[in-house]
Every structure is written in structure tokens, then in C-alpha cells.
């Protein structure tokens, strides 16, 4: 009679010790171990009106998303004190958006974060909102607080296009970090102009992107209307929720097992070889607000 | 001479083309077509340039030797917007795996194989690896990018050979369209997690493949891997059999403790594995016909 095998198992003999179980897929079971300590806050917020058939967005709704989701996260009574109490009026704030063609960050977030800022008392002249360029603006290169924003997408090579992977802007060669399909992309957390400062992260989820073709790397029929924003304090438990609705999305689309290719490694070392935060969904507090049809998670 | 014979004579039996010729992509493109114009310069991206272009997307295509690619756009009336892209993949081998990645169903429409979408057109003949993609979605450019395909398509007189290593997976039960070819290990657990490190040390001297078997509900996977050497695949397979196996006396079989199995083995210069199977017998059976075909084939 044969012993039986676990996956934890075999991950223990590989680089990535126990880090990846729970996020990879044909991985079942729970490899994380069962801290005891507090779970990071995730917010994730939905609602059905933030973007009309054409998929044009709602400025208004989006906001209002935005706002909710901050109020939540910091435990504040309004969006000025939410506001306030991740931005301070001397702060030089950076916006650190995404331009990829198909799947941008919606301008209608940008400007919803833009007002968000200033009303926490930061003059327009001190704040940018951009995604190339960083290191010749003075914002990014001085400033004293990052926001983090970008929609969730599969990638070629680092399997999705993450929170942790939108600060690649901030180096002038990004191919420096493709060995071992993107593995060590969290180190980008560690360059000066980034460590310590980012005050907000946030994974646009509105028409996530959850499979690729061709080099273009995009087509609509690989999209779908979530119409949701996941929020917080932590880009790896984010970005761990992102990967998990993706999965989720092709499990519900190609009706099985699916792994996405090739797999997300740069989020699991993330927590556990350069420790940016946890990826492990055990220590995530996943707090869900509003609309929740075909939520996935 | 008879040294340079040798050496292509060497590559044309171990299924590899060596083709010389640096051919001029612009010459495959049309400059005009059903009142669509080419409206810029086309751009040229090599193995150095393609970051520019495709940012970490470029690796995929460097992942399979990738040479140089051509982009060109057309339009009509100055607003909508046709991207085409012909990559030469050095090989034929090459450009049929990384259209592979695409590939969802099999479908012979253009070229070699082809993965058609309403808005766009991939396909692969020869050593290419072509995209047609309609930017706007208009009736009409999902009308061109049908014209444009069949005209590249036509430019390109030769056809390329399959990897030989697809010679040896077994017909039964295959998915065909779930093929994968591949000889980076970035691509090792494109349809199911084996491991994150190159335990079978996979690099552009092997062949691999990947595919499913079975329907959804009863799904196992087959990983066929050819080396250049018995010795190479011997010490694949040792560094395997250190991983997936817990019980010295059980060699090649894995019960997982979802309940399915593992089943692997050498076979000459040849690593087997399936993954996944449902039942010991499923497992083994898939195993041995594999080793059949090689058999069978003197491969």
C-alpha cells in the first residue's frame, strides 16, 4: 500500500517552502500555517452601476466606491477624515497609475483619487498621477507618499500584471527583474524612491482581464464586468485576492482547472522570501461591500 | 561543406530546421488591401528591441528563440486600425509552440494552424508566428483582418515541420487543442503544478510537451520530455524520483492525497509523467502506451 503524497509535501522541497498552495491552482488544500496573529484588512467593493452597457464608467459611483472602501479601511466616520488619516497636508503624493492600452486605470479613479488627496489639504502643484516617466518628476523622485493603482490582468511572463509589478516604471531597464518569470519583483518595494512611502493600494477589478492571447496580450472576449475595487493597506494581500477572483473567473469560464501561466510566483515570494505582506488568504480579512452577484470570493 | 551537410542533415532528423535566410517580412504584408493602406512605417523589434515594444511580454517569444518580428498598421479613412505583427521564430518548431499558447480549438483556416477570434487572427506556417488583430472591432476591419490573413498566408510558400516529440504521445483520450510545446521551464506547469524549479532540466536541447487527457470531469495530464541523451534523461528523472517520491520502494508511482495518481518513467532518452490520473490503472495505461509508441516507432 502506497503512503499518499501531499502537495505540501512536494512544495516544501521547492523554492517557494510554503508559500504558494492556497493561490496555485490544482493545489486544493490550505499550505499556509495558521498564524494567530491580526489578519490584514482587504476591502472589496462592488456595485452594478459604476459603468453603463458600453462600459463607459460613472464618475460618480466610482467615487463614491472609492470613498466607501477608504472609509471601511480606516475605520472613519466620512471620506475627509478616511482622507486625512492616510494623507497629510505637507505630503508630495504620487499617483502611480497605469497606461497599458486595453486595460488602463480608469481617469474617472485617477481624478476621484486626485480629489481625495486635496481634500486632505495637498495642493494640486504637489501631487502627479502617472505611470512612465517616474523617475524624471520630482513628485515621484521626492515625494513623500505613493498611491498605488492598477487593474488586475494576466501577463506572458509574470502571469498577472499586479500591484506589487506597477512599480516597475520606477526602474529604466524592467527586463533586470524577469529572471525566473518575474520571481523577485517585490524588491522593487525596497529602491529609495519607494520604500516606506506607499500610503494606498488599489486593484481596480472593473473588467479584469483573465486570460491573454497573442502579443498584443489582450481580447474582450477575455474580460468581464466584476465592476469591483479591492482596497488596502497591503499590495500582497491585494494582490492575493486579485489572483484568487481571477482563478475563480477561468475555473467559471473554461470549466476546470486553468492555472495561470506562467504562475504568479512574484506574490508568494512577495510574502514569504522578501516579506512586503501576506499573501496567505488565512491572515486576509476580506471585508465585502456592496453588490455581490457572481462575486467569486 | 560536408561538415555544414552533416550538421543540417543532423537537425533535419532530430526535427529542427536550420534556416539561414534573414527573409524580408515587409515582402509577406500587402501595402494596401480592400481599400485598407499601411499608414506608417513599419517597425522592426529584434531580441534586444522587443522589450520596447511588448514590455515582459517579449520573453514568451525569446522563451522559443525567438529572431525578429515586423509590425505594420493599416486604415481606412484615417480611423480604424488594423495591427499585424509577423514573427519569425527562426524555426518552425518554435513558431508552432508559441502558437500553442493560443491555441483553444483546432482549426486549419490559415497557415499551419490557426485560432480565430470575431476581432482577431492568429496563425502559424513555417517559421512565422502571425497576429491580425482589428483595433476597433468595425464590421469592416473584422472583415480585412480575414483578407489580410489569407494574404500572408499565401505569401508564405513553405510549410514547417512539427517538433518530433509529438510523435510519441498517444491519440486516446488526447485533447488536441491543449497541446502545449515548449523547451523553457518557464512553461512546465502550464496545465498543472509540478514544480517550481527545473528539476527536469529543461532547457533548448529538449523537446517538451504538455497535454491533457480525458474529459473535464475525469482530466489527467501527460508531460513527454526528450533529451538529447539517455544520460541527460537519466539524471532528469533521478532528480524527479527525489521529489515525488516518499516510498523508496515505489518508483514511479504517486498516490496524491486528493486521491489521484502520478505515474512516471525513462524510456530511452525520453521522460514520462501523467499527473492527475484518477486511477493507478489510468495512469500506467497511459504510461505504457507512450512507451509503445516509441516502440512501435523506433523513435
Known amino acids: 500500500m502506497l503512503k499518499k503524497i501531499t502537495r505540501r509535501s512536494l512544495l516544501k522541497k521547492s523554492a517557494l517552502a510554503t508559500a504558494a498552495g492556497a493561490l496555485y491552482l490544482n493545489f486544493p488544500y490550505p499550505l499556509f500555517g495558521n498564524g494567530s496573529g491580526q489578519k490584514t484588512p482587504v476591502v472589496l467593493i462592488r456595485d452594478e452601476n459604476v459603468m453603463d452597457e458600453s462600459r463607459k464608467f460613472n464618475p460618480g459611483v466610482m467615487k463614491e466606491m472609492l470613498n466607501q472602501a477608504l472609509i ?19 505630503d508630495v503624493v504620487g499617483i502611480k497609475s497605469n497606461v497599458w492600452n486595453y486595460l488602463p486605470t480608469p481617469k474617472e479613479l485617477e481624478m476621484a483619487i486626485k480629489e481625495g488627496v486635496m481634500s486632505a489639504g495637498v495642493p494640486e502643484e504637489r501631487l502627479s498621477i502617472r505611470d512612465r516617466g517616474l523617475l524624471d518628476d520630482p513628485v515621484f523622485t521626492g515625494g513623500t507618499a505613493l498611491i498605488n493603482v492598477r487593474p488586475m490582468r494576466t501577463h506572458d511572463w509574470s502571469g498577472v500584471g499586479s500591484l506589487i509589478k506597477n512599480y516597475i516604471t520606477f526602474v529604466r531597464k524592467p527586463s533586470m527583474y524577469h529572471p525566473d518569470t518575474c520571481a523577485d519583483l517585490a524588491t522593487l518595494w525596497k529602491l529609495p524612491f519607494v520604500e516606506g512611502k506607499t500610503r494606498l493600494n488599489i486593484l481596480v477589478m472593473m473588467t479584469p482581464l483573465f486570460n491573454g492571447v497573442g502579443p498584443h496580450h489582450y481580447n ?16 500582497v494581500a491585494v494582490d492575493s485576492v486579485g489572483i ?15 492555472p495561470i501561466k506562467p504562475p504568479v510566483k512574484h506574490i508568494f515570494l512577495a510574502d514569504t522570501r522578501h516579506h512586503l505582506g501576506t499573501a496567505d488568504p488565512a491572515k486576509i480579512d476580506l471585508i465585502k461591500l456592496g453588490w455581490d452577484k457572481d462575486i467569486l470570493v | 561543406m560536408f561538415y555544414l551537410y552533416f550538421i543540417q542533415l543532423f537537425l533535419i532528423l ?24 499601411k499608414t506608417e512605417n513599419d517597425s522592426y523589434y529584434n531580441e534586444e528591441s522587443l522589450f520596447n515594444y511588448i514590455n515582459g511580454g517579449a520573453e514568451l ?24 505583427e509577423i514573427f519569425d521564430m527562426g524555426n518552425s518548431i518554435n513558431a508552432y509552440g508559441v502558437f500553442t499558447h493560443v491555441r483553444e480549438e483546432m482549426d486549419e483556416s490559415y497557415g499551419q494552424g490557426s485560432q480565430l477570434y470575431e476581432d482577431a487572427i492568429l496563425f502559424w ?10 483595433l476597433d472591432g468595425s464590421e469592416d476591419a473584422q472583415l480585412t483582418i480575414k483578407n489580410i490573413a489569407e494574404y500572408i498566408d499565401d505569401s508564405i510558400s513553405e510549410t514547417g515541420e512539427l517538433p518530433g516529440v509529438l510523435r510519441v504521445i498517444p491519440e486516446r483520450g488526447l485533447v488536441d ?56 534523461a537519466k539524471r532528469a528523472f533521478n532528480q524527479f524520483y527525489k521529489v515525488f517520491s516518499e516510498e523508496k ?51
Open chain 2, 125 to 134: 506556417k513555417y517559421r512565422y508566428y502571425v497576429s491580425v488583430v482589428s
Open chain 1, 220 to 235: 474582450k472576449k477575455y474580460t468581464w464586468e466584476y465592476k469591483g475595487l479591492l482596497v488596502g493597506f497591503d499590495p
Open chain 2, 61 to 84: 517569444y525569446i522563451s522559443y528563440g525567438f529572431n525578429n518580428v515586423i509590425s505594420r498598421r493599416y486604415s481606412r479613412n484615417g480611423n480604424s486600425q488594423i495591427a499585424v
Open chain 2, 177 to 232: 487543442e491543449s497541446v502545449l510545446y515548449f523547451h523553457h521551464p518557464a512553461w512546465i506547469n502550464s496545465l498543472y503544478y509540478i514544480s517550481d524549479e527545473n528539476i527536469l532540466n529543461i532547457d533548448n536541447q529538449t523537446g517538451c510537451i504538455l497535454a491533457r487527457y480525458g474529459d473535464k470531469k475525469d482530466r489527467s495530464y501527460l508531460l513527454a520530455i526528450r533529451y538529447s541523451t539517455i544520460e541527460d
Open chain 1, 72 to 90: 471601511r479601511l480606516t475605520k472613519t466616520k466620512n471620506a475627509g477624515e478616511a482622507w486625512k488619516k492616510l494623507i497629510n497636508p505637507e
Open chain 2, 249 to 299: 520502494d515505489s518508483p514511479g508511482l504517486s498516490l496524491m492525497e486528493d486521491g489521484t495518481w502520478i505515474a512516471y518513467t525513462r524510456h530511452h532518452r525520453y521522460f514520462f509523467g501523467v499527473f492527475h490520473a484518477s486511477s493507478e490503472i489510468l495512469a500506467k495505461d497511459l504510461l505504457q502506451e507512450t512507451i509503445d509508441r516509441i516502440d512501435s516507432q523506433g523513435l
Open chain 1, 244 to 258: 484568487r477572483i481571477l482563478q475563480e473567473k477561468r475555473r467559471e469560464f473554461f470549466d476546470e482547472d486553468r
Open chain 2, 14 to 37: 532530430s526535427g529542427q530546421q536550420m534556416d539561414t535566410k534573414e527573409p524580408d517580412l515587409s515582402q509577406l504584408l500587402p501595402l494596401s488591401i480592400t481599400g485598407w493602406e
